[in-house]
Each structure stands twice: as structure tokens, then as C-alpha cells.
């Protein structure tokens, strides 16, 4: 994945929001996804192995999962969270959910979870987006002089 230039620049950090490969789109979480959102994870099979999932999942789950995630990508100088949701460009659809928490610079160690929507399991989807050259880049940046 190579980011596009689709970069905000807060006060102190510069996040790539959007990173691409041939058929996937990596990016924030919007009010869009809903629909996506609950036809991924009202999939018993996908949300039994999600934490904090409810079954089954509904428009308010969703809801409160994307006003989680605005509030989670407000930008901080050491940001240690972030969600980010998986599109197939083709159908712009969203198929995959993305968690990155408690990152540590420090310690070079991140928690997170993904899921899958099952409908498109098994096309190499996950590969794409997370082996070989699939990369996540976060990047901070110099406070901006006065």
C-alpha cells in the first residue's frame, strides 16, 4: 500500500488517512459505512471473536461505533489509537474493520484486531491489504513553528 497524498495535518501530527493497493482502500470510518458495517459484523461467525461485539449487531451499534471512531481520529501528538475500515474499490464497499490500540513508540509493540465480512473471505483480501508491501504509516512531524 503507498499512501496517497489525502494527509491532515493537525497541530503536531501527520496521519496518512487513505493508503491504497490494486484493489483495497484503507481509511477512516465514516457515516456511510453503516450499512457495510452491520451486513460485516451482524455475522455470527465474524462477531464471536470480537471482544466487544454485540450479536446481533445493530444501526445503533454502528452508530455508536463510528461516533467512537470520529472521536478516536482526532488528532494528538501521541495517539496511540486508531480504526480504520478496509474498502473494495470495486464495489466501494467496506469488507474489513480495522483496530490499532495502544501503540507504544517507546516499546515498538501494538495491540489491535481486524475482522472480515465472510462474504469476501478467501479472495486474498486480508493479504493485500496487510503482507508483503501493505503498510500502515504514521508519522510524526515537527511542531509547527509560530
Known amino acids: 500500500m503507498e499512501p496517497t497524498r489525502n494527509v491532515i ?6 496521519v496518512a488517512l487513505r493508503l491504497e493497493t490494486a484493489r483495497l482502500i484503507l481509511r477512516e470510518w465514516n457515516q456511510g459505512d453503516i450499512s457495510d458495517l452491520i451486513d460485516g459484523l451482524n455475522d455470527l461467525s465474524v462477531s464471536k471473536s470480537l471482544a466487544f461485539v454485540p450479536h446481533p449487531y445493530t444501526n445503533q451499534d454502528a452508530e455508536r461505533w463510528i461516533a467512537h471512531c470520529a472521536k478516536t481520529s482526532q488528532k494528538e501528538p501521541h495517539q496511540s489509537d ?3 475500515a478496509i474498502e473494495l474499490k470495486s464495489e466501494s464497499t467496506v469488507i474489513v474493520g480495522v483496530s490499532l490500540i495502544q501503540i507504544s513508540q517507546y516499546h515498538g509493540t501494538a495491540g489491535g484486531g481486524i475482522w472480515l465480512n465472510t462474504g469476501y473471505q478467501g479472495s486474498g483480501y486480508g493479504s493485500e ?6 503498510k500502515i504509516c504514521i508519522r510524526r512531524s515537527q511542531p509547527e513553528k509560530a
Request: net charge negative; aromatic share 20%.
Open 9 to 14: 495535518n493537525s497541530k503536531k501530527v501527520d
Open 82 to 84: 486508531y480504526e480504520f
Open 129 to 134: 491489504a496487510f503482507g508483503g508491501e501493505g
